[in-house]
C-alpha cells in the first residue's frame, strides 16, 4: 500500500505564495496520474490539479493560471506551486491518485489565506 505525506501549507496573506509537497513511498507512484485535491471546512473534497505519468496537467477553472502541479518520479514526490492565493483557497490540501481506487488519504496540509 502507498503512503501519502503532505507538507508545506502555512498562513499566508491574499496574493501571497506556497508550494505543497507530497511524498508517496512505493513502487507505483510513476505509473499513476497524481492529483492535489482540497476540502474547505463544510464543503466536499475537490481535484484542483491533475498530472499524468507522462506530465500532461489539468487544473481547476478556478485555480488555472495560479497555480501548477509537477512531478518528480525519481523521488516520489507531487509538487504543488499556488500563486496569487485568495482566501477561498483556505481548506487542507492532500494528494492521491486521481483513478480509483485511490490509495488512503495521508494527513493533508492546512493552507490558510488571510490577512
Known amino acids: 500500500q502507498v503512503q501519502l505525506v503532505e507538507s508545506g501549507g502555512g498562513l499566508v496573506q491574499p496574493g501571497g505564495s506556497l508550494r505543497l509537497s507530497c511524498a508517496a513511498s512505493?513502487?507505483?507512484?510513476?505509473?499513476?496520474?497524481m492529483g492535489w485535491y482540497r476540502q474547505a471546512p463544510g464543503k466536499q473534497r475537490e481535484l484542483v490539479a491533475g498530472?499524468?505519468?507522462?506530465?500532461?496537467?489539468n487544473y481547476a477553472d478556478s485555480v488555472k493560471g495560479r497555480f501548477t502541479i509537477s512531478r518528480d518520479n525519481a523521488k516520489n514526490t507531487v509538487l504543488l506551486q499556488m500563486n496569487s492565493l485568495k482566501p477561498d483557497d483556505t481548506a487542507v490540501y492532500y494528494c492521491?491518485?486521481?483513478?480509483?481506487?485511490?490509495?488512503?488519504w495521508g494527513q493533508g496540509t492546512q493552507v490558510t489565506v488571510s490577512s
Open positions: 492521491n491518485r486521481v483513478y480509483s481506487p485511490q490509495w488512503a
Open positions: 512505493g513502487s507505483s507512484f510513476s505509473y499513476n496520474a
Open positions: 498530472i499524468t505519468s507522462g506530465g500532461g496537467t
